[in-house]
């Protein structure tokens, strides 16, 4: 994935309130899309992913959507916590493909 | 469940110095990755292993060498190391092409060159 355009590599968010981050991919032919967190001095930690036969996934406080004609890709976090503070990525992999592309990521804080 | 562990967490060399980074994952997963992370970046891939008994370049390779020991274990080499090579590695594992699953990540080992 790449970050282009909608992109922000921050977000600042009042405790309470939804989150959106965005991601733009390039790869028409990707299928799978994941979105990870990353909480400083850990490693990327699953959070929801969506196939491409799909335009929205939820989960518990995260909805995934996925735009294929824009080639655009959202996490929504509903009521966002302190504990949701963290960089969050985007990531694509076509069909039979081994490796993941990642965006850039975007950094989110949560103010009190 | 430990799902993917690396060892060391924290390494500083110096420049020229040799280093082996190990990975291993509990999850029966067939293919196993490492990446670097760079401040402000996203992870880049420097080399996969796609089932055991075989290893690719990704966007990164050179001054890395890979070992796939075995089905569990994926080594990362820094045969002489430079301060270009500083950077947080990360080793990741996941089931297999054909399967829409994620990769898991381990935490992550710190690496310095001086």
């Known amino acids: 994935g790449e970050s282009v355009g909608l992109h922000l590599p921050t977000l600042s968010v009042q405790e309470g309130d939804n989150s959106i981050i965005n991601c733009a991919y390039s790869?028409?032919?990707?299928?799978?899309f994941i979105w990870y967190k990353q909480e400083s001095g850990k490693g990327p930690q699953f959070i929801i992913d969506?196939?491409?036969?799909?335009d929205k996934r939820q989960g518990q406080r995260v909805t995934v959507l996925l735009n294929k004609t824009v080639k655009h890709l959202s996490l929504q976090i509903a009521a966002t916590q302190p504990g949701d503070s963290a960089v969050y990525f985007c990531?694509?992999?076509?069909?039979?493909?081994?490796?993941?592309?990642f965006g850039a990521g975007t950094t989110v804080t949560v103010r009190a | 469940n430990a799902g993917v562990t690396q060892t060391p967490k924290f390494q500083v060399l110096k420049t020229g110095q040799s280093m082996t980074l190990q990975c291993a994952q509990d999850m029966n997963h067939n293919s196993m990755y490492w990446y670097r992370q760079d401040p402000g970046m996203g992870l880049r891939l420097i080399y996969y292993s796609a089932s055991e008994g075989t290893t690719d370049k990704g966007e990164v390779p050179n001054g890395y060498n890979v070992s796939r020991l075995n089905k569990r274990e994926f080594s990362l080499r820094l045969e002489s190391a430079a301060p270009s090579q500083t950077s947080v590695y990360f080793c990741?594992?996941?089931?297999?092409?054909?399967?829409?699953?994620?990769?898991?990540f381990g935490d992550g080992t710190r690496l310095s060159i001086l």
């Open positions: 969506i196939r491409s036969n799909m």
């Open positions: 790869n028409s032919a990707s299928d799978y």
């Open positions: 990741a594992s996941f089931t297999g092409a054909l399967s829409n699953q994620p990769q898991h």
């Open positions: 990531a694509e992999r076509g069909s039979n493909d081994y490796k993941l592309s």
